[in-house]
């Protein structure tokens, strides 16, 4: 298992970490992630999605988490807050991001506990998030107690941008 340290980031924290998020993305999307980009995945694609992300969070939309060990960000995870006033119990999990070195040692899963902890603590009892059908991301899902509410056939890209690939969604209650 990890030995990761995993911790929700205060803004400035994540603003300090922007070019190991940005490797991280950049990582990710380069190992064949479906995480909303496809190849080339560039620097400054990846810079401008973090920009927008740290702005959001620095405005208290977005939570962000990291996780961390010898000194090296190996992972990254999400809650975006819903922001209608009747939704105000919801989140999306998002950007579910473990780089390649650190893969296969629990590190998703401690990512999303950590996630899943801060929602309770602050209110946020149904979180969502969709993912590509037949994943390792979708298999963490199901492992983890949520539950798939549907899915749509051709709705994102793969990163090689090859072929749209089907999207599973899922809740989770807490």
């Excluded at 009747?86 to 999306?92: G, H, K």
């Excluded at 059908?133 to 509410?149: K, N, Q, V």
Aim: aromatic letters at 8%; charged letters at 25%.
């Amino acid at each position: 298992m990890s030995q990761h340290a995993v911790r929700l980031l205060t803004p400035a924290q994540a603003q300090a970490k922007r070019v190991a998020l940005i490797d991280l993305l950049v990582d990710a999307v380069q190992g064949g992630a479906s995480v909303n980009f496809i190849w080339p995945m560039t620097r400054a694609k990846a810079e401008t999605w973090w920009d927008g992300a740290l702005s959001g969070h620095a405005r208290g939309e977005r939570l962000i988490f990291a996780a961390e060990a010898d000194g090296r960000l190996d992972g990254s995870v999400q809650l975006i807050l819903a922001p209608q006033e009747n939704q105000t119990f919801r989140a999306d999990l998002a950007k579910l991001l473990v780089h390649r070195r650190a893969r296969r040692q629990g590190l998703g899963a401690a990512l999303m506990r950590a996630a899943e902890a801060e929602a309770r603590r602050i209110g946020r009892t149904l979180l969502t998030l969709d993912t590509e059908t037949g994943s390792a991301a979708e298999r963490l899902y199901e492992r983890s107690g949520w539950i798939r509410f549907g899915t749509v056939p051709g709705y994102a890209a793969r990163a090689d941008n090859s072929v749209r690939e089907t999207c599973s969604f899922f809740y989770k209650a807490l």
